[in-house]
């Protein structure tokens, strides 16, 4: 009398609430990650700040011009897209030791030794009418010009490429070759008043 | 012979159907656990360019979204001279009102972060590809002035 057997219980129905759960779930989520290009703005000008004007050697410029009809000029020659890497990655390494390319210092980097690190940076102008897209495509050059860089110097030092190699050492690489974009005000020569 | 056929009418077996709500379960733990609710409907068009050199943003918690592109509703409020919104929540900003706003969407996203949290805290453009740079440009320089330093260019993964 004691050991009834309990009637079984019909779980049915909480597999169709937890059916009706993971649907409302797949609905309203999305599974596409937030990625994209990260990048550093420079800090706000202090209102007592004058306009320091730093000297840079003219060799250590590589002025990146982007106009409303979305094409690229690098220092004064227009190229396409698709060259604009190469232009970068070797403005950025100059492995010849080129005059007319940036100079170098050589600095103590911790797990490297002395690397001689490169002066140049990126002077990056767009124009007011210039499509994002194209700004979004220039950005990614220049980033993909410094990451095989940063892949090429982590192989050689480390025998790992940069994504493998531990936060360390990726510091390390990241200042033997480090990302110099600077963003000059806009140009505005799309639209007809002049400016 | 009607002895062994007694019972030619068998009543099939009910399943058993409490694996199959684990299982499911164990789905929806999966979908939870990945996703994120979206937040705020979405007032522009939104297209991302895409690019190779890509990266993933350390936490989506961090993250705090700026929509800027052709306004899905005509009577949205728009920034001159022409065809774009603003978006930030779930409002599209007016013009005049743009560097308030912006001031304030940055103060209020700060402030719901822990102390320790908001210097990691990144704002993620996201900008529809056709969007001329000047909207870009001066949401820009709103972040700049107000000390919000660290930024997204938001793109899909480009497959080559």
């Known amino acids: 009398m004691s050991k009834r057997k309990t009637p079984g219980l019909n779980t049915g129905a909480m597999s169709d609430i937890s059916f009706l759960l993971l649907t409302f779930f797949l609905l309203t989520s999305s599974i596409n990650t937030e990625q994209g290009i990260p990048r550093k703005l420079p800090p706000p000008k202090a209102d007592d700040a004058q306009d320091v004007k730093v000297d840079i050697n003219r060799r250590n410029v590589l002025n990146v011009l982007v106009n409303f009809r979305d094409e690229i000029s690098v220092n004064g020659d227009i190229i396409l897209v698709g060259d604009l890497k190469a232009k970068a990655k070797e403005f950025f390494a100059n492995p010849t030791n080129d005059p007319s390319l940036p100079e170098k210092i050589s600095k103590p980097i911790d797990g490297i030794g002395d690397f001689a690190v490169s002066k140049g940076v990126v002077s990056l102008t767009n124009d007011q009418g210039t499509s994002y897209n194209m700004y979004v495509q220039v950005q990614n050059e220049l980033q993909r010009a410094v990451n095989e860089l940063r892949d090429e110097t982590s192989l050689q030092y480390f025998g790992k490429k940069y994504d493998a190699l531990d936060s360390a050492s990726q510091r390390a690489v990241t200042q033997a070759i480090p990302m110099n974009i600077s963003e000059a005000p806009p140009m505005d020569y799309s639209s007809n008043g002049s400016k | ?160």
Not at chain 2, 1 to 12: G, N
Not at chain 2, 114 to 123: S, V
């Open chain 2, 1 to 160: 012979m009607s002895r062994f056929k007694k019972d030619s009418k068998k009543e099939t077996p009910e399943l058993n159907m409490g694996s199959m709500s684990d299982i499911i379960f164990m789905f929806l733990f999966f979908f939870m656990v990945i996703t994120t609710m979206r937040e705020a409907s979405l007032k522009v068009k939104f297209q991302a360019p895409s690019a190779t050199e890509v990266q993933k943003l350390e936490k989506k918690s961090l993250v705090a979204n700026i929509y800027i592109g052709a306004p899905i509703n005509k009577n949205e409020n728009t920034l001159p001279p022409g065809e774009v919104s603003v978006q930030l929540n779930d409002q599209t900003i007016k013009a005049e009102d743009l560097k308030t706003d912006v001031r304030d969407f940055i103060g209020t996203e700060k402030e719901s972060r822990d102390a320790h949290d908001r210097d990691r805290l990144t704002f993620s453009l996201k900008v529809d590809k056709d969007v001329q740079m000047r909207y870009v440009n001066t949401i820009k320089q709103e972040l700049r002035a107000n000390n919000a330093l660290k930024i997204n260019y938001a793109a899909g993964k480009k497959v080559n």
